[in-house]
């Protein structure tokens, strides 16, 4: 692989935490990330990784959980929809509606839809149903491909094993995807002396160290090629050695998936 330069005229340049980019680079299928206040966690990992599982699994309903349904849309939701509009240029209206029917020319969910209320939904047919754990009974039925929730630390461990069933989506529609019946949590550290549940800390024992590792390096090779067909479309190269490049690319981004 050739070495790659950069210049403010040929990069599009944005600013991350260390964290959200190796985040970004590997982009697990299950993640459980316990961070510091200040780590834009919301605003930056869950909008980035949230918009990535959108574009991967279209048409597919998710769930956002929440401890209590106050606390999901007066801090959590707020801050995802800042993150998406102010760093992922996802805009509502355009990308999303809350609360309401998508436009009539969006693509729509594979699960048809009778009621937009709690729900965010996407242009290519995604739907978030937002969930708290404070009302269980409201959560039976539903039926979703990847759950997601902020300030894990309030959520409770017996409470939320009741909501992880819902996560049942259909393989044959949603198999192809590494994020298929995928976690994403985030927290900074819980107080169990104040009521606060670790149970994300018992997560850790799960994680192949690793597999991690060679996520990773698997990762750096994929972005280096996909930084190399970004500069040869830009410097308007010869069909066959864009193809040359595509192809590369399809065989790291199967051995990444």
């Known amino acids: 692989m050739k070495k790659i330069k950069f210049s403010n005229e040929n ?3 944005k600013y991350s935490n260390w964290i959200a980019t190796l985040i970004d680079l590997m982009k697990p299928a ?4 316990i961070a510091g206040r200040g780590t834009a966690k919301s605003t930056d990992i869950l909008a980035k990784r949230t918009i990535d599982i959108v574009y991967d699994i279209p048409r597919a309903s998710f769930a956002f959980v929440s401890d ?11 801050a995802i929809m800042l993150g998406w509009e102010s760093r992922m240029n996802f805009y509502e209206g355009i990308h999303f509606v809350a609360d309401e029917e998508p436009p009539a020319n969006w693509i729509k969910p594979y699960i048809k839809t009778f009621s937009y209320k709690h729900t965010l939904g996407t242009f290519n047919g995604c739907k978030f149903f937002l969930k708290s754990l404070d009302r269980p009974s409201i959560n039976a039925g539903i039926s979703v491909v990847h759950h997601f929730g902020d300030e894990a630390k309030y959520l409770n461990e017996s409470k939320l094993r009741k909501l992880f069933p819902t996560l049942r989506g259909d393989a044959l529609l949603y198999g192809h995807s590494h994020y298929y019946m995928g976690h994403t949590f985030c927290s900074d550290m819980a107080d169990p002396s104040i009521g606060e549940d670790d149970w994300m800390l018992r997560m850790e024992k799960k994680m192949d160290k690793q597999q991690i590792k060679t996520i990773l390096q698997c990762a750096f090779v994929v972005n280096d090629i996909n930084i190399e067909l970004i500069q040869a479309q830009e410097n308007k190269c010869s069909q066959r050695e ?3 490049i595509l192809k590369l690319k ?8």
Not at 68 to 78: A, R
Not at 250 to 257: C, F, K, M, P
């Open 11 to 13: 990069a599009d340049l």
């Open 30 to 33: 299950n993640l459980y990330l």
């Open 68 to 78: 209590t349904y106050v606390n999901l849309m007066t801090n959590i939701i707020p």
């Open 242 to 244: 864009i193809d040359k």
């Open 250 to 257: 399809a065989r790291w981004d199967e051995r990444l998936s």
